[in-house]
């Protein structure tokens, strides 16, 4: 997965069109319209075409013939109409274009309203299911659709609401999109930093769709941290000085498994891609193991022994950036949870499916 410069011939503002399937990514095909889709067995012609995709095509299933090669393929047959693309400003890539495989609907809406988030997945598909509340500490939903505030829903003690500082953010249709924006506490994260004292263990739950694969810092999805150097617990993306797509971890412990700094940090193959993502870091306090998983599945595991006893009370809860405004994450978040327990694979699952 690429993201190409805006530059690049036939790409406006969140709109990219394509001349050949070179230009569409390994997964997909320059349809006769120009517009790249991508494989999908829920509709028909078991493609659909990418979010970013005009002429009011983004994000529905390509009709008739399945284009073999490239823009001097067939023609799409007649057919209902397509459903209306996303309202503008929806869905964008930072002054780029995604050429991957984009994310599906669960169903076939070539004869149905378009029912797709700005990052091309429903909030929910099929029968709903209940996310995990038991541990649960903090819930930021990202739903409030205007304003600075962003609300802690976990029903939990006193709420921890969050105020987004900084201009570099916007409200979408599922989520607030931060470029140069941090969204944070303005106390200390009390309720949080004792509930994980109390148990020695930690969730820490992320939907997000970033804007780009790789980033480096790593860029800050979820922290409870003071500065670059002092946290007690980071959900990132990328490496320091080095971008790629790897998910990070780090965890300030009691002993030299986990640093004032969280360090060493826990990485996960690179799998971050700009398309709607659940990623967890999990802590148990059996054997002081830890873990990321990415869309319900396991991809890094290590050891953190010792305890959080030396959590420092005074850290504040934020999205999007370091407290010092020097390692921004760029992206929507559609979701964010804290829990004072490891959740189980299967709670893991639970809450994939649950969506946001």
Request: hydrophobic letters at 35%; a negative charge; glycine letters at 10%.
């Amino acid at each position: 997965m690429t993201v190409v410069p805006s530059a690049a011939p036939g790409c406006t503002a969140n709109v990219f069109s394509c001349g050949s399937d070179a230009d569409c990514g390994s997964d997909g095909v320059c349809e006769a319209t120009s517009y790249c889709s991508f494989p999908d067995s829920s509709c028909n012609s078991d493609r659909r075409y990418s979010t970013l995709a005009g002429d009011g095509l983004a994000g529905t299933c390509v009709q008739g013939p399945v284009s073999v090669g490239s823009a001097s393929s067939s023609a799409e047959s007649s057919g209902s109409p397509p459903p209306p693309p996303p309202s503008p400003g929806t869905t964008t890539l930072d002054g780029g274009v995604f050429t991957g495989t984009d994310p599906v609907d669960a169903s076939d809406d070539t004869n149905t309203a378009d029912t797709s988030s700005s990052s091309g997945i429903p909030p929910t598909t099929g029968t709903a299911v209940e996310r995990v509340f038991e541990g649960l500490l903090v819930l930021y939903e990202f739903d409030e659709g205007a304003g600075t505030s962003v609300m802690d829903v976990s029903g939990e003690g006193t709420p921890l609401h969050l105020e987004i500082q900084g201009s570099g953010y916007s409200w979408v249709d599922d989520g607030l999109q931060v470029e140069d924006a941090i969204v944070r506490s303005e106390v200390p994260a009390t309720k949080v930093i004792e509930g994980c004292q109390a148990t020695n263990e930690l969730t820490v739950e992320a939907w997000i769709t970033p804007l780009a694969a790789d980033m480096e810092g790593p860029a800050r999805i979820v922290t409870l941290s003071a500065s670059s150097g002092d946290r007690n617990f980071t959900l990132g993306q990328g490496m320091f000085e080095m971008p790629s797509s790897i998910f990070a971890a780090r965890l300030r412990t009691s002993d030299d498994s986990g640093s004032n700094n969280g360090i060493p940090q826990l990485d996960t193959p690179p799998l971050a891609a700009p398309v709607a993502t659940h990623v967890l870091y999990v802590r148990s306090s059996a054997e002081g193991t830890d873990q990321i998983f990415v869309d319900g599945q396991p991809e890094a595991q290590g050891v953190r022994t010792g305890d959080f006893s030396g959590w420092d009370p005074r850290y504040a809860l934020a999205c999007g950036d370091e407290l010092t405004r020097d390692r921004p994450w760029q992206g929507i978040l559609h979701l964010v949870a804290v829990y004072d327990r490891a959740l189980t694979h299967d709670e893991i699952i639970q809450n994939f499916d649950a969506r946001f």
